[in-house]
């Protein structure tokens, strides 16, 4: 199993700029979710999912939107990037409403 | 609104010096409690989940504890390789999300 993978691992962007990152999963989960980690703000929640077909926002969601058309799949996209959401990006998924999440290695992105 | 708060920010320790981390949570019905950990440019790793007051779990030189307010992680003989970020988070009841804390650094110097 390679567990929860996250494409692509770096990326450059200029202001006003779209991207997408791609969070995959072969664990079979239901639950996946979008973070963003910044120095001294920890881990932030940007949006999540509980099933295929599924969106929710989290704690910080503007400026990105998501979504889930594949049960191990889960989409992160920026449609106009700006250089606040400069961060590492990390991406999870867990089995059922009961257990731990597990992590990707993340997406280091910087907006200029 | 829940919150969880990691003291301290940084801790540095000996080889071999044991000490305790704390994570302090106000949560409206805790579902559990989670711990990770992160090393430097990796995604964290999951370590514990606490579910109730009183309960205790270890895995090498770690061990956790869970009250009603705050948990601790307990760090016994520790060894450089246990150097790391440790997080914290919480699930509150009816809750599909976490609650992170902002981390301890912690280094050990052999």
């Known amino acids: 199993n390679a567990g929860v993978t996250q494409t692509p691992k770096f990326r450059v962007l200029k202001t006003g700029q779209s991207m997408t990152l791609l969070c995959a999963q072969d664990m079979n989960h239901e639950y996946m979710y979008w973070y963003r980690q910044d120095p001294g703000m920890g881990l932030r929640l940007i949006h999540y999912?509980?099933?295929?077909?599924?969106?929710a926002k989290g704690e910080v969601p503007d400026g990105y939107n998501v979504s889930r058309l594949k049960k191990q799949n889960f989409l992160l996209g920026l449609e106009s990037a700006a250089p606040s959401q400069t961060s590492v990006y990390f991406c999870a998924s867990k089995r059922d409403s009961y257990n731990e999440q597990f992590f990707g290695p993340g997406t280091r992105l910087t907006v200029l | 609104e829940d919150q969880v708060t990691q003291s301290p920010e940084a801790l540095r320790l000996q080889e071999g010096e044991s000490s305790s981390l704390n994570c302090s949570y106000t949560?409206?019905?805790?579902?559990?409690l989670f711990w990770y950990r992160q090393d430097p440019g990796k995604g964290p790793e999951f370590l514990f989940t606490l579910y109730s007051a009183g309960e205790e779990k270890e895995k090498e030189r770690l061990k956790a504890t869970l009250t009603k307010k705050e948990s601790f992680l307990h760090i016994t003989a520790p060894k450089p390789e246990d150097s790391a970020t440790y997080l914290c988070?919480?699930?509150?009841?009816?809750?599909?999300?976490?609650?992170f804390g902002q981390g301890t650094r912690l280094t050990i110097n052999p």
């Open positions: 988070a919480v699930q509150a009841g009816g809750a599909q999300k976490l609650v």
């Open positions: 999912s509980v099933g295929e077909g599924t969106t």
């Open positions: 949560v409206s019905g805790l579902r559990g």
